[in-house]
C-alpha cells in the first residue's frame, strides 16, 4: 500500500526557515514524481513545485519559483519543502503527493499545517 | 500559465440528485484533466484523470468527459458522502494548475 506520511505541525515566527517532510513508503521511491500543494485557510488547492528522486529533476511553478525548495532524499524515502525566510502569507496546510506518471496527484500524504505569527 | 475556471461556484443539491461540474481550460489541455475530491479536513482524492478514467477504487457514479478547452464532471444520484468540494486541474503542460473549486452541498 503507498503511504506518504508528513511531519506535523509548525508554528514559526516570520523570516525563520523551515524545512517540512515527506517519507513515502510501498512504492518505489525513485521511480515516481512527487510533489507539494499549497492550500491556504478556507481557500483552493494550488500547484507548487515536483521532484523525481531518482535524478532530482525538479519542476516549480513560477508563482513559487525562488521562495520555497523541493528536495529529496532518496536513501530514506522523503521528499522536502524548505524555506529560508517565512512570511505570514505562507501560512497554510502543505500536502505532498506522489504523481501517476509526471501528470496527476494519485497519492495524498494527511498534510502538515504551517502557521506562521509574530 | 493556463487558467482553469470552474462552474457553478457552489450546487445545492438533494441526495439522489445528479451533479453536473463544469471546468474550462483558457487554452486546450487536450484530455490532459483531472478531477479531485476534498472533504474538510482531509486531502483531496484523486477520482478522474485523463479527462475520463476512474481512478482506483472509484465508484461508477462518477464519470467524467470532455477534451481540449471544456470538461464535466457528473456525478449520478448522489450519496451523502459526496458532499464534498470538487477541483479539476490540468497537466498539459507545468505547472499542472487547479481550477478554484465547486462545492456540493446538501440542499
Known amino acids: 500500500e503507498v503511504q506518504l506520511v508528513q511531519s506535523g505541525v509548525e508554528v514559526k515566527k516570520p523570516g525563520e526557515s523551515l524545512k517540512i517532510s515527506c517519507k513515502g513508503s510501498?512504492?518505489?521511491?525513485?521511480?515516481?514524481?512527487i510533489g507539494w500543494v499549497r492550500q491556504m485557510p478556507g481557500k483552493g488547492l494550488e500547484w507548487m513545485a515536483i521532484?523525481?528522486?531518482?535524478?532530482?529533476?525538479?519542476r516549480y511553478s513560477p508563482s513559487f519559483q525562488g521562495q520555497v525548495t523541493i528536495s529529496a532524499d532518496k536513501s530514506i524515502s522523503t521528499a522536502y519543502l524548505q524555506w529560508s525566510s517565512l512570511k505570514a502569507s505562507d501560512t497554510a496546510m502543505y500536502y505532498c503527493?506522489?504523481?501517476?506518471?509526471?501528470?496527476?496527484?494519485?497519492?495524498w500524504g494527511q498534510g502538515t499545517l504551517v502557521t506562521v505569527s509574530s | 500559465e493556463i487558467v482553469l475556471t470552474q462552474s457553478p461556484a457552489t450546487l445545492s443539491l438533494s441526495p439522489g440528485e445528479r451533479a453536473t461540474l463544469s471546468c474550462r481550460a483558457s487554452?486546450?489541455?487536450?484530455?490532459?484533466l483531472a478531477w479531485y475530491q476534498q472533504k474538510p479536513g482531509q486531502a483531496p482524492r484523486l477520482l478522474i484523470y485523463?479527462?475520463?478514467n476512474r481512478a482506483t477504487g472509484i465508484p461508477a457514479r462518477f464519470s467524467g468527459s470532455g477534451s481540449g478547452t471544456d470538461f464535466t464532471l457528473t456525478i449520478n444520484s448522489l450519496e451523502p458522502e459526496d458532499f464534498a468540494v470538487y477541483y479539476c486541474?490540468?497537466?498539459?503542460?507545468?505547472?499542472?494548475?487547479f481550477g478554484q473549486g465547486t462545492k456540493v452541498e446538501i440542499k
Open positions: 503527493a506522489r504523481l501517476y506518471g509526471d501528470q496527476y496527484f494519485q497519492h
Open positions: 510501498g512504492y518505489t521511491f525513485t521511480s515516481y514524481w
Open positions: 521532484i523525481y528522486p531518482g535524478d532530482s529533476d525538479t
Open positions: 487554452q486546450s489541455v487536450s484530455s490532459y
Open positions: 485523463a479527462a475520463s
Open positions: 486541474q490540468h497537466r498539459y503542460n507545468w505547472p499542472g494548475t
